[in-house]
């Protein structure tokens, strides 16, 4: 089946540094990756779509210049967190659509990111 | 925003029992996914729904899709242990963007 890594799994930072956060889809190729952000006992908020060789699409309310997206092939999207905040602290999980995949079809979830700031 | 309302958002049951989560969403759909995310970790899928489908088996799992009521159900026969997790709705509801917009989530827990 699709697998879809992400590294680090887990980040400890001081306040005010970057934190980047790669998503590799590992057996198939992705136009198109998302980002998510999910806090403690909460759900998953989109954060931005990341599309190969354009701009992210970011949410409403998602900073593009706090957290950076860079799509640069089709097996991987960065997402930079620029000067992080202890608010900043949450699990980040990237899914992949594979190329050619149908409308609607299953999206393949990354294992997450669990970044923490001090 | 969120789209699904998930209910119970807590439930708790006896190893060997059925459980049974209810999802309801707001807007038209293509398609409902079912989630599973065991604490700390990523998602697994478990099944996918589309919009005129109306039931959906695999394995010990049942899923059902009321289009008219915006509402699904997935059900989980027998449970065991290794239920035990966060399960959530997805709806992919924007046609060509395919983004997913998840519900809140039902915390189940199996007790042996």
């Known amino acids: 089946g699709a697998v879809v890594s992400q590294h680090p799994s887990r980040v400890i930072c001081k306040s005010g540094t970057s934190v980047k956060i790669e998503c590799r889809s590992l057996?198939?190729?992705?136009?198109?990756m998302f980002w998510y952000r999910q806090f403690p006992k909460q759900s998953l908020m989109l954060m931005a779509t990341?599309?190969?060789?354009?701009?992210?699409?970011?949410e409403q309310g998602v900073e593009k210049d706090k957290f950076l997206i860079n799509h640069a092939s089709l097996t991987l999207s960065t997402l930079t967190v620029t000067s992080a905040h202890p608010e900043d602290s949450s699990f980040y999980i990237c899914?992949?659509?594979?190329?050619?995949?149908?409308?609607?079809?299953?999206?393949?979830f990354g294992p997450g990111t669990r970044l923490l700031v001090l | 925003s969120q789209q699904g309302e998930e209910d119970p958002q807590a439930l708790s049951i006896q190893e060997g029992e059925n459980a049974t989560m209810n999802c309801s969403y707001k807007?038209?759909?293509?398609?409902l996914q079912w989630y599973r995310q065991n604490s700390g970790r990523g998602l697994v899928h478990l099944i996918l729904i589309r919009s005129n489908e109306r039931e959906k088996h695999s394995g010990r799992l049942r899923v059902t899709l009321d289009t008219s009521k915006k509402s699904s159900s997935l059900l989980i026969t027998a449970s065991r242990a290794a239920d035990t997790a966060s399960y959530f709705c997805?709806?992919?509801?924007?046609?060509?963007?395919?983004?997913?917009?998840f519900g809140q989530g039902t915390r189940l827990t199996i007790n042996p």
């Open positions: 057996d198939f190729q992705a136009t198109t």
């Open positions: 997805a709806t992919d509801v924007f046609r060509g963007a395919q983004k997913l917009v």
């Open positions: 990341s599309n190969e060789g354009s701009k992210a699409t970011y």
């Open positions: 899914s992949a659509i594979p190329l050619n995949r149908g409308q609607g079809e299953t999206q393949y």
């Open positions: 807007t038209s759909i293509n398609n």
